[in-house]
Each structure stands twice: as structure tokens, then as C-alpha cells.
Nanobody, 121 residues
Framework: QVQLVESGGGLVQPGGSLRLSCVASGSIFSIYAMGWYRQAPGKQRELVATITSGGSPNYADSVKGRFTISRDNAKNTVYLQMNSLKPEDTAVYYC???????????????WGQGTQVTVSS
């Protein structure tokens, strides 16, 4: 069994910053790509940023230059540093990891439960 647990969400004023963390635990053999997604009320879930096992990032155009994704492979953790936050960044943020549970199995996508980020004055 694999679990991903996010933390770090909250209420912040426009222009402020937050740092999200996501820790993967359980029966983990290897973690490949990890990423952050978000879903605002009434909207579909969308990609925010992803990072490969080697540390190469990819960002949605809406967050380029403001958000930074990073990971600590020794801690099975991925981070999302969010700066210059805007009201339109308000959403539930989800962590996703592509994880293999043994050498003999394929990697599957696992999701966290989400953490709320609200940007409001």
C-alpha cells in the first residue's frame, strides 16, 4: 500500500507565499515522476507542475516564474514553492506520484487527499 500526504495549504493574501509538501510512504520500490495538480470549484483538475526522478521540472504557463517544484528523493518528498499568489490560484492542490511497489511491477499513479489553498484579502 502506498500513501501520499500533502501539507502546507492555508489562507494567504494576494502576493503572498506558501510551500506545499507531499510525502510518499508505504511499500515503495521506486518513485518516478511526481507532480502537483489543482482543482478549483466548478473546474476540472489541471496540471500545475511535474518533476522527473532526475529533477527536470515542467510548469503550466499560468504558474511559470511564480511556482517552483522540487523533490528530495531520500525523503520521498516533493515540494511546491508558490510565490506571488493570486486569487485565481485558489484551489485544492493534489500531489501525484508514479510509483512502483516492487522490481517486478509496473509503476502506477497514486494521489494524495489534497490540501486547500485560498488566496484572498
Amino acid at each position: 500500500q502506498v500513501q501520499l500526504v500533502e501539507s502546507g495549504g492555508g489562507l494567504v493574501q494576494p502576493g503572498g507565499s506558501l510551500r506545499l509538501s507531499c510525502v510518499a510512504s508505504g511499500s515503495i520500490f521506486s518513485i518516478y515522476a511526481m507532480g502537483w495538480y489543482r482543482q478549483a470549484p466548478g473546474k476540472q483538475r489541471e496540471l500545475v507542475a511535474t518533476i522527473t526522478s532526475g529533477g527536470s521540472p515542467n510548469y503550466a504557463d499560468s504558474v511559470k516564474g511564480r511556482f517552483t517544484i522540487s523533490r528530495d528523493n531520500a525523503k520521498n518528498t516533493v515540494y511546491l514553492q508558490m510565490n506571488s499568489l493570486k486569487p485565481e490560484d485558489t484551489a485544492v492542490y493534489y500531489c501525484k506520484g508514479s510509483i512502483a511497489t516492487s522490481r517486478a511491477t509496473n509503476a502506477y499513479d497514486y494521489w494524495g487527499q489534497g490540501t486547500q489553498v485560498t488566496v484572498s484579502s
